[in-house]
Every structure is written in C-alpha cells, then in structure tokens.
C-alpha cells in the first residue's frame, strides 16, 4: 500500500473512531451492566438509579424511558389479580429461557466475559479518545468530531 493510501485510512480511522466513540461508550457500559440486569430492579436489589434505565432503555429501545401508564379501567386487571389468576408452580415458568442452566440462572462465566469486554471496549474508547485528542496539530479538528458525535445522536434521540 502506498503511504498515501496509508495516511487517508488512517485519518478516516480516526474520524471514524472518534464520531462513533460517545456511542461506544454509552453502548459499552450500558451492556455491560445489563448483562447483569442492573437495569431492572430485581438485578438491582431495589430501584436502580435512573441514570441506569435511562441508558438500558436508549441501548435496548434507542428511546428515553417512559413512565409506566396509569391505571385505569381500559388498563387491565390489577397486578394482584392477574397474579392470582397465573398459574403457580414449575409449571408457571416454562422452559428455562436460552443460557439457563436447567437448576440455576445464567452462566456464570459467560456473564462475566461479557460484562468484561463491555468494560474493556470502554476503557479501550476512552483511551483512543486520548490518543486522539493528544495530537496538537488535529485537535481542533478532533474534538468537533468528536461534539458532532455527542450532538447527533442526542438530536435524533429527542427529536
């Protein structure tokens, strides 16, 4: 490959990486605690932060969280009702869901690799981040990249 060629697949890494990077980070820490189902209150152990649901939901539903609707007549039967109505036993549950153990929850190792890479590919960004920005001669250039890739999703996220 010429150096020419070399230098432009360079930049456009770096213009890439850095549009992409506040994503990656959301992204990345955002699985990384739902594979532990921080996001729900039962993975919690009470109400999560909200900081919390606010980005399982923007990871898993690409929306803002939305206040569960009011009840009302049209709304259903209420939760006591419709849990004195469900079936109890083994039988309620069903078949274990996919990457249950038949006798216990999730794979233990399985959960933690996965909870590590999300860390990892964070930290990875963040010092890709560094990197970038390290270089006096494109910083400028560097850091509006980097604002563009902070303000468009936000803009597409609340418009």
């Keep these: 490959m010429k150096g020419s060629t070399n230098r432009r ?3 456009l890494h770096q213009y890439l990486g850095l549009f992409f990077a506040p994503t ?3 992204f990345s820490l955002s ?3 739902q594979t532990y189902r921080w996001q729900e ?3 919690y152990g009470g109400s999560p932060p ?3 649901v606010w980005m399982a939901s ?3 539903d690409q929306a803002s969280p939305r206040p569960p ?3 009302g007549p049209e709304a259903g039967p209420p939760a006591a009702e419709a849990k004195a109505k469900a079936p109890a036993g083994p039988e309620a549950k069903g078949p274990p869901a996919k990457g249950e153990a038949k006798g216990g929850g999730r794979k233990a190792g399985l959960m933690l690799f996965v909870g590590l890479f999300g860390l990892a590919l964070f930290v990875s960004t963040l010092l890709g981040i560094a990197i970038a920005l390290a270089n006096a001669n494109a910083r400028r250039t560097n ?3 980097l604002a563009a890739g902070i303000a468009l999703p936000l803009l597409l996220l609340y418009v």
Excluded: D, F
């Design 31 to 33: 699985g990384a605690l």
């Design 9 to 11: 697949l360079r930049r």
């Design 143 to 145: 850091l509006a990249i």
């Design 50 to 52: 909200s900081w919390i």
């Design 58 to 60: 923007v990871h898993k």
């Design 69 to 71: 609707p009011a009840a």
């Design 24 to 26: 990656l980070l959301l």
């Design 41 to 43: 209150p039962k993975g």
